[in-house]
């Protein structure tokens, strides 16, 4: 009877050793990878409030760009990783609670996506956020409030560009009137000069029937 001990895992799961090459290459995941998934563990944990993102986090926030590491450390050694974690909770939740399940859940997302080893998960609690607080005096703001902002504004340019056409309709109309006044003064002057013209011919051949 043959000893398991000596059984390789392939042989017992039947795949033949001469089809697997000893070496197909490396994968390495990106620190930055490792962070985005870490970061998006974490604020689905119930208790956290915010992820802090320190001067760079503040720099996306400014610019309105997304940033999924917010919050992340990422201290990699070959194939095991540190995580440090900077949160803000929520008040009222209890720190430890969230920390240990916000622990669990970083080190099984990591691990589970990355096939890294997480040795560690670090968590820096920098603060308590208030819930936000509902004044009862104002209505809730309706679901489609921004759909309604953005056709009143869609409405507003419609009707910016509407009277900006109506402008340059009314300045052309505008000109079109002036060329044709000019022109009929134009018109009126060459009559004056031509009647001006006859009258002088008609005086000349008055004077040289007068002499004749």
């Given at each position: ?17 001469d089809d697997i090459p000893e070496e197909v ?116 703001e309706p679901e489609n409030a921004a759909e ?10 419609e009707a910016m560009m509407q009277d900006d ?48």
């Amino acid at each position: 009877m043959r000893d398991d001990k000596n059984i390789s895992a392939d042989e017992q799961l039947g795949i033949p050793t001469d089809d697997i090459p000893e070496e197909v290459g490396s994968v390495k995941v990106a620190d930055e990878v490792i962070s985005i998934v870490a970061g998006l563990a974490a604020i689905e944990v119930p208790g956290i409030a915010d992820m802090s993102g320190g001067i760079r986090g503040g720099i996306n926030d400014m610019l309105g760009k997304q940033n999924f590491s917010k919050g992340i450390k990422v201290t990699p050694n070959g194939k095991t990783v540190v995580i440090d974690v900077y949160v803000y909770i929520k008040y009222g939740y209890s720190i430890p609670d969230v920390a240990i399940a916000l622990q669990e859940k970083v080190k099984e997302a990591v691990e589970n996506m990355t096939g890294y080893e997480v040795t560690s998960v670090n968590i820096m609690v920098e603060g308590i956020r208030r819930k936000e607080r509902v004044n009862i005096d104002e209505e809730p703001e309706p679901e489609n409030a921004a759909e309604d902002e953005e056709e009143k504004v869609a409405k507003k340019a419609e009707a910016m560009m509407q009277d900006d056409e109506e402008e340059k309709l009314a300045k052309k109309a505008e000109a079109m009137m002036q060329d044709d006044e000019e022109e009929k003064l134009a018109k009126k002057a060459e009559a004056m000069m031509q009647d001006d013209e006859i009258a002088k011919a008609e005086q000349a051949e008055d004077k040289n029937n007068e002499h004749t």
